[in-house]
Nanobody
Framework: VQLQASGGGVVQAGGSLRLSCAASVRVYAMGTMGWYRQSPGKQRELVATITSGGSTNYADSVKGRFTISRNNAKNTVYLQMNSLKPEDTAVYSC???????????????WGQGTEVTVSS
């Protein structure tokens, strides 16, 4: 299973971007999905997570500006980013806690990063 992220790019401060991340194949069960980011010289940090039931959690730095959502039928998670700031510049990676089939042990999978650059 691969998680394929897309939607990154270059945007001016105050602008918006929407990131998407989808599993490459159909999976048996998809649990919590989320987004992390890492800026040069900084540790990776949690941006937002969403459970299979739709409960969300956000980093304080993005509350009120970012919205995480998911489409369970498509095994896809989204991150709508509004009012972007230069400090949001980072490589954004998606993650999912999933079970590939009924007999498999659930594991955390990571997607490749997508780069977001916010210019001032």
């Amino acid at each position: 299973v691969q998680l394929q992220a897309s939607g990154g790019g270059v945007v001016q401060a105050g602008g918006s971007l929407r990131l998407s991340c989808a599993a490459s194949v159909r999976v048996y069960a998809m649990g919590t999905m989320g987004w992390y980011r890492q800026s040069p010289g900084k540790q990776r940090e949690l941006v937002a997570t969403i459970t299979s039931g739709g409960s969300t959690n956000y980093a304080d730095s993005v509350k009120g500006r970012f919205t995480i959502s998911r489409n369970n039928a498509k095994n896809t998670v989204y991150l709508q980013m509004n009012s972007l700031k230069p400090e949001d510049t980072a490589v954004y990676s998606c993650t999912a806690y999933l079970r590939t089939d009924w007999g498999a042990r659930p594991s955390t999978y990571w997607g490749q990063g997508t780069e977001v650059t916010v210019s001032s």
